[in-house]
């Protein structure tokens, strides 16, 4: 079955909402409530969850607990990742001690740098190593999501290093595109952290301007 | 006109995209090209074009230079925005050092903690000042947007502080929702770390181990 990408952004979105229900105690929900905490319409609530079965009866609701087995089921979010972070800078360092990755399964096993100030010592507890030994610590430690915290000018350097490693799904933070031709099966996602500004500068405008 | 959230999310990475085609000379763009580049397709493109008017002609495809300005200014991103972030922790210094910000027009002005240790300093050139001066330095800056960068357990006591303040848009990396009922003209857009890699986990399963 062939999932629109947007489908699957929004069902993560749903997953995060659900969790925050299920700890406030809250045991239904509607695709209405659904909608208004995650920002959308009940109408994409309903077609999202369609693609997956018949969840919930008409007029009834969601049941919150069920609902979030199901999607957590779907989304793989159950099972354990171990990430590396390649950039032991301040983003990288920030992302390593970011508590949310590892109450949700991700679990960061290795930092890697080419600052030998930083290499062979512990951030946040999590070792950090030379890049060159990337290859063989994704191995060792079963790593399958890199995480990319570099500056622009040292992705020209990773490329290759990424592209002979086993790691299967890249989530970049440059702000560049990664080009790695030589394993197109990698899952690469870019983060733009100045999108969401423009999103906001816009979002800005058109409620306080107009 | 009403313009679906998901168009404006995907306008800002045409933007980006765009941007790095202007860099590298490129003059005219397909909409196909342009798909294959943002993770979409060429009727997406072509749709969310549409909603503000004709841009370039029927097999031509766009000229980079002519788009660029257009969506630049629908986004307003050709302004300058003032920025404040809340919370000198990892994550809110980093994003303080972050470069792209100011390369499109966000310059962070201020940090804002509750950490002795951390106020009346600079980091990053960027004064940090109690949280408590917030109102008044958000007024005194002319800051427009304020990134929240707290833990969790120190979301609450900011809620009121931004309802307070002049501010009209808020970027929130803490991983929950700001309740600001007092002011509901404030634009809130919710950053999730973990939602990407969620995305990844789904993606790596669906061509990995399928």
Chains 1, 2 share one sequence.
Request: with cysteine.
């Amino acid at each position: 079955m062939d999932i629109p990408f947007a489908t699957i952004e929004r069902l993560a979105i749903y997953v995060r909402c659900l969790r925050h229900l299920k700890e406030k105690g809250v045991k239904k929900i509607s695709s209405f409530e659904m909608a208004i905490n995650t920002r959308t319409t009940p109408e994409q609530v309903r077609k999202d969850l369609s693609y997956f079965g018949k969840f919930g009866k008409t007029g009834e609701g969601y049941d919150v607990e069920t609902l979030l087995k199901k999607l957590d089921k779907i989304l793989k979010t159950k099972r354990k990742w171990n990430v590396a972070i390649i950039g032991a800078g301040s983003l990288g360092t920030a992302l390593s001690r970011y508590k949310g990755f590892k109450e949700v399964g991700y679990d960061v096993k290795a930092l890697f740098d080419i600052d030998p100030e930083k290499i062979n010592k512990k951030t946040n507890g999590i070792p950090v190593y030379h890049i060159e030994k990337f290859g063989e610590v994704v191995d060792k430690e079963n790593i399958e999501i890199a995480i990319v915290a570099v500056p622009t000018e040292a992705v020209s350097d990773i490329e290759g290093i990424l592209a002979k490693s086993k790691i299967k799904g890249i989530l970049n933070f440059a702000p560049v595109t990664l080009n790695l031709k030589t394993r197109r099966k990698i899952v690469i996602l870019d983060v733009d952290l100045t999108q969401k500004l423009y999103i906001i500068s816009y979002l800005i405008k058109n409620k306080w301007e107009e």
